[in-house]
């Protein structure tokens, strides 16, 4: 099928949508990517071609995994717009060499932007709040900045996840603690939009009461989400496997996104 425009999104679990729970779609989430796809198709008048959408990111995936796995097949796409988010799995490893990371990185987006498409990128964000990713905060800090000078030098779009104060507020975050929530990617799809010069119709929904909890609540949440998640987030990192790795990606192909 012909289509008009075409956005095809690249990274890792970010992009590919986790947190934002749909069982009813590939990989049960269903993520911003997905309804800034949705929002842009809705530019185009009934019985045009319109946008054809492709999302190849997986979760776990690094920086080089993501060029390699992913920038190769996007362009064979064809696309009008890729946006591309890479780097986070990277700075949460205990060594990371940030400046060759970013090499091949702007490698990469020099290569989506030889096709003639809009590249969009994102900054990291300022985990200051969190006890265990808020270690991370000066490598962020540093990868941003690269971040922001590939994208001038490609002439690409930023999306500044990183001046977002709203993601401070724990409730625009699922209970991994990890990945935004479904009012998390409604939020980060109108920034995206916003970013593109385009009307988001989409509203946050109403965030639920915060639960007040005493000292002993909150420890035992804790320890609850320590086991839960960093537990086996760490055991995953040591035996050098990943969530991701027997995973395809959620849309490899080209397709019109249903209407929302």
């Known amino acids: 099928m012909e289509f008009t425009a075409k956005y095809v999104a690249l990274g890792d679990s970010f992009t590919e949508g986790m947190g934002d729970t749909d069982p009813v779609l590939p990989h049960g989430c269903r993520g911003w990517a997905d309804r800034v796809a949705e929002q842009l198709a809705k530019s185009f008048a009934p019985g045009e071609p319109g946008l054809g959408y492709a999302n190849l990111a997986i979760r776990g995936k690094k920086m080089r995994q993501v060029l390699s ?3 190769d097949a996007a362009v064979v796409l064809g696309p009008t717009l890729v946006s591309i988010y890479a780097g986070a ?9 940030i ?38 905060r000066g490598r962020t800090a540093i990868y941003n900045e ?29 209970v991994d603690r990890m990945h935004m929530s479904t009012p998390g990617h409604i939020n980060m799809a109108r920034r995206v939009l ?18 007040v909890l005493s000292r002993l609540k909150v420890a035992a949440a804790n320890a609850q989400w320590a086991r839960e998640y960093v537990g086996p987030w ?14 395809s990606p959620r849309w490899p192909e080209l397709h019109t996104p249903p209407a929302s």
């Not at 799995?89 to 060499?97: A, C, F, H, S, T």
């Not at 490698?107 to 990291?124: C, E, H, Q, S, Y």
């Not at 590939?150 to 930023?158: E, F, G, Q, S």
């Not at 970013?195 to 915060?210: H, K, M, T, Y």
């Open 89 to 97: 799995n990277d700075i949460l490893r205990p060594k990371v060499d």
């Open 194 to 211: 916003a970013v593109l010069d385009r009307e988001s119709v989409v509203e946050v929904p109403e965030l639920e009461p915060l639960p």
């Open 146 to 174: 690269l971040v922001r000078e590939v994208a001038d030098k490609h002439d690409a779009l930023t999306v500044d996840y990183w001046r977002f104060d709203e993601y401070d507020d724990p409730r625009m975050w699922s």
């Open 69 to 71: 796995e992913q920038i």
């Open 234 to 247: 760490i055991s995953r990192r040591l035996r050098g496997v990943s969530s991701g790795d027997a995973l």
């Open 99 to 136: 400046d060759a990371l970013m090499g091949d990185y702007s490698r990469g987006i020099a290569k989506l932007r030889a096709t003639g498409a809009a590249v969009l990128m994102f900054t990291g964000f300022d985990s200051k709040a969190s006890g265990v990713f808020g270690k991370t």
